[in-house]
C-alpha cells in the first residue's frame, strides 16, 4: 500500500476525493466478497479500508457519503432465491482492534449508564465465527423459514437448504419454547470438511474454493439442497430476532434457552466484567484459535443485560451495545527454503516462497506469495532467512519479512530472472505511459508460444466464472495440455471427435472410463453455446474481468458486434473506438487492451477457431411483454454506478416503460442514486414508489 496521510493532514478535496475512492473500492471487494463467495484483498487489508473510511468520516462528518460503506450491511440478494424481508433487521457489528479500542469501548458504556449508581456492567464473550450468518423463524416450535442476511433488510430464502444443516433443529424442544421465535447465527463450514471437499473436487475436475467461508456461502446458495446437503456445514446459534416472548432477560440466559431448545451454542462463551477479563478472555480464545478446527476472527462482547442493550441502542448498521474485538491476522515463522518463479496466464512472473511446512491458524502452509520483484528487495528477504509469514483469511498466506538476527552466513540474494522460466522468452517490464514508471510485473513476451501461459489460458477458460466446464478442472487441463490433447480453447470442442479417432483413447487412460469420459464429452457439448458475458470473460484478455466481460455484453448484445467494433478500432475507426469508451466504467486502458487482443493476428486465428466451435449466446434482456415495467412511467434521478444514464434511459424504454424527465403524479417509478435531491423528496411526498440502482435491477430482473 503507498504511504498514507494521516487524516488530520487532509483537505477537504483530498478527504472528499479520498472517501469517493474507498466507497467504491469497499463495494467492489463487497461484491467479490458476498456476490461471487471469492474474494480477492485479505479480511485483514479490507478491514484497513474500512477504518480509514471510518477515520475519515469521523474527521469529516460532512463529506460523509449517501453511498458510504457504513451505512451499508452486507450485501444485496443473489438471483434464483425468494427474497425475504426481516421483520427486524440482520445488523453487524463495530469493531475495535486493540485493548485500547476495547477500553475505550467499555468506557463508552459506563459513561451511558453513569447516572446509574451502582450499576455492574457485564459483557458476555463469544468467538466471533466466520462464517455466514442465517435467521431461522419457528413457529408452534417448527422451523418454517430460514434466510441469510442479505443488505441486513431483505435476504434470500434458503428454508430446504438450511434444513439439511444437522446443528438446525427441526422441531425445538423444551416447554418454555414461545409461539414465534427467530434465532440467529452462524453457518459455517470445519477445516475438515473443507480441505476433504476441496479435494474430492479436485479430483471430480471441478473448480475448487478459496477458503471455508466461501465454501459455506457457495453451499448454501445452491439452489439444489442436495448438494448442501452433501457439504455437511454445521450452526452455532448466539442471537434473535422477531418473537412473540423472551425465554431470559440476559443474553447468556437466551443462548442457555437455545441450547436447551435443541441448538448448538459455542462453548467458549463467558460472562466477563472488566476490560482486564475481556482481554484475558479474547487472548485464550485466541490461544485456541488454531486447534478449534473452524475459523472465527475475532471474539464478540455483548451487554449481557437485554434492558441495558435496549438502553443503549443502535447506531446506523449496528448495536451499540455490542462490539466485535478483532484478531490480528495469524503469523508464524520458518525458513525460506526457496524461491520459485510461477508463469501466470497473462505471462506475470510471480515469484513463490517455497517455505519449511509449518502450521499458521491450523492450516499447514509450505508455499507463500512474494508478489512481485520490488516486494521481494523492499521487504529484504533472503534464501535461507527466517522469515515471518502471515494467513489472513484467505488461504494464500504473505511474507511479511525476515527475522534478521537469525539470517545464516550462507543466506543468498534471489536473482531475478529476466527470461521466463519456461520457455526462455525475455521477461520485461513494461513501462506505464501515464505514470512514466515501470510496472511492477515483469511478463514473459511468448504468448501463447509459452506453455506456462497457454496452460493458464485454458485454466481460466473452463473456470466457473467462465465456461464453467463440469469434470475440466485445473488437474484435467494441465494433464490434456501435457498429453498434446489440448492446446488451444478450440481444441476443447474437437476432443470427442480426435479422440475417437485416436489410438491412445482418453477412456483407456489412468482415472478415466467409458463413462466419465462421455460425461466429460457430454458436459463439454452442452456449453458450446456460452453466454456472452461469460464467453468474453473467458477469452481471458488483459483487464478483462468478469464484469467488464458484462458491461461489453450488455452493450454489444452478439460476439460479432462487439468484436466488429474492437477490429473497426483497431484499423483507425474513430467512433468505435469511441463507441467503446462510451460505456460507463469502461476506459482507455481497457480499449487499448481489447483493440490489441484483436489486431493480433494468432489472437484472430484463435478466436475463428474458436467460433467454429461455439456460438455465444445473444445477450437477452427481459422481453417488454413479460416486463414488470411495460407501460410504466420511471424516472431516473441521482448518480448511478452501473449504467449510464443513457444506457439506463434505452434499456427502460427496451423494456417499454416511458422514461420522464421529472416526478409527477403520473410518475409510477423514481430509481434514485446516490446524491439524488428534489426530485427523491418530491417522489416521497407525491407517495411515488422508489427504489434504488440495485433494486431496478432486481425488479426487471438482471
Ligand atoms: S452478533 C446484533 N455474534 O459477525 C448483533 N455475530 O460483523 C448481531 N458473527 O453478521 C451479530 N459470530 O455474521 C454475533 N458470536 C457472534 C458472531 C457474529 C459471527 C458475524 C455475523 C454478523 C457479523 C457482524
Known sequence: MTEQKPVADLTREEAAQELAQLASEIAKHDAAYHQKDAPVVSDAAYDALRRRNEAL???????????????????????????????????????????????????????????????????????????????????????????????????????????????????????????????????????????????????????????????????????????????????FAYAWGDNSTMPADTQMGVVEAFQRWGFKVNPLMRRVKTVEEMVAHHTLIGEQRATLGYDIDGVVFKLDRLDLQARWGFVARAPRWAIAFKFPAEKATTILEDIEIQVGRTGALTPVAKLKPVTVGGVVVSNATLHNEDEIERKGVLIGDTVIIQRAGDVIPQVLGPVLEKRPADAKKFEFPTHCPICGSPAERELNEKTGKLDVVRRCTGELICPAQAVNQLKHFVARDALDIDGMGTKQVTAFYEEGRIKTAADIFTLRERDAQSFKKLKDQEGWGATSVRKLFDAIDERRKPELDKFIFALGIRHVGSTTGAMFAKNYGTFDAWMSACIAAGEGDMAARESLLSIDGIGETVVQSVVGFFVNQQNRAAIDALLAQVSPLEYVVASADESPVAGKTVVFTGSLEQMSRS????????????????????????????????????????????????????????
Request: aromatic share 8%.
Open 647 to 702: 444506457e439506463a434511459k434505452a434499456m427502460a424504454e427496451r423494456l417499454g416503460a416511458k422514461v420522464a424527465g421529472s416526478v409527477s403524479a403520473k410518475t409510477d417509478l423514481l430509481v434514485a442514486g446516490p446524491g439524488a435531491g428534489s426530485k427523491l423528496k418530491k417522489a416521497q411526498d407525491l407517495g411515488v414508489e422508489t427504489t434504488d440502482e440495485q433494486g431496478w435491477f432486481d425488479l426487471v430482473g438482471r
Open 57 to 235: 468520516e469521523a474527521e469529516f462528518p460532512d463529506l460523509v457519503r449517501e453511498d458510504s460503506p457504513t451505512k451499508k450491511v452486507g450485501f444485496a440478494v443473489a438471483d434464483g432465491f425468494k427474497k425475504v424481508t426481516h421483520r427486524l433487521p440482520m445488523l453487524s457489528l463495530g469493531n475495535a482492534f486493540s485493548d485500547e479500542d476495547l477500553a475505550d469501548y467499555v468506557g463508552r458504556a459506563h459513561k451511558f449508564f453513569a447516572k446509574d449508581a451502582g450499576l455492574e456492567l457485564a459483557f458476555t464473550a463469544e468467538p466471533k465465527i466466520d462464517g455466514l450468518s442465517a435467521s431461522l423463524r419457528y413457529e408452534n416450535g417448527i422451523f418454517v423459514q430460514g434466510a441469510t442476511r442479505g443488505d441486513g433488510a431483505e435476504g434470500e430464502d434458503i428454508t430446504e437448504n438450511l434444513k439439511t444443516i444437522k446443528d438446525i433443529p427441526q422441531k425445538l424442544i423444551g416447554d418454555d419454547v414461545p409461539d414465534v421465535f427467530e434465532v440467529r447465527g452462524e453457518v459455517y463450514m470445519s477445516h475438515a470438511d473443507f480441505e476433504a471437499l476441496n479435494k474430492k473436487l479436485e479430483a471430480e475436475g471441478k473448480q475448487t474454493y478459496v477458503n471455508p467461508r466461501n465454501t459455506a456461502a457457495g453451499s448454501l446458495r445452491q439452489l439444489d439442497s442436495n448438494v448442501t446437503a452433501s457439504r455437511n456445514l454445521k450452526f
